[in-house]
């Protein structure tokens, strides 16, 4: 084997090992807020049920209402669609070198990435919005990500910070708001 080769295949290797412990990363940050969403759920279906004692008969009514929605909701966050669907979204974000397929993947800010293309091709309305949206993000610029793969101009909630979600897994930072 050749040194280039040897390289290669290390790079691989890192890639793959990052890769892996940011899908981890996405799987740990998808459980814990499943359990937030259904235990915030809960406390609130206990809330509208004390508020039914003591309301009127349309207040009651509403929160009937209130409580099977908070029910319906429930079983959906305890789906397998649910779960996957937001792995999807947090590998999309955080686990996506140079931001592809998204509105911040560089390139001519006048247009918009394949992907997206195809996604909105059918939505008109949608893809003006993505379009002029992209054309305020970028500006005058062809790329606004950071050599970390992270937008530029990135605000972040509470605690966060790049440096925490890099240790933590994350391998890009493909949104405008992170936590």
Do not use: W
């Amino acid at each position: 084997m050749t040194r280039k080769t040897i390289k290669k295949q290390s790079e691989k290797t890192k890639t793959k090992k990052k890769r892996d412990k940011c899908n981890t990363f996405c799987k740990k940050r998808v459980e814990k807020a499943r359990k937030q969403s259904i235990k915030m759920a809960h406390k609130l279906q206990k809330i509208y049920k004390m508020k039914k004692n003591n309301s009127t008969k349309e207040e009651q009514k509403d929160n009937e209402e209130l409580i099977k929605i908070l029910q319906k909701d429930i079983a959906y966050v305890k789906t397998d669609k649910y779960k996957n669907e937001e792995i999807n979204n947090c590998n999309k974000t955080y686990c996506n070198v140079g931001c592809k397929n998204t509105i911040l993947e560089p390139g001519n800010p006048n247009k918009l990435p394949a992907q997206l293309e195809k996604e909105y091709s059918k939505n008109k309305v949608g893809k003006k919005f993505i379009k002029e949206l992209r054309k305020d993000i970028f500006g005058k610029e062809t790329n606004i990500l950071d050599e970390d793969s992270f937008y530029k101009n990135v605000k972040f909630y509470k605690n966060a910070s790049k440096k925490k979600l890099l240790k933590e897994g994350a391998v890009s930072g493909c949104s405008s708001f992170l936590n």
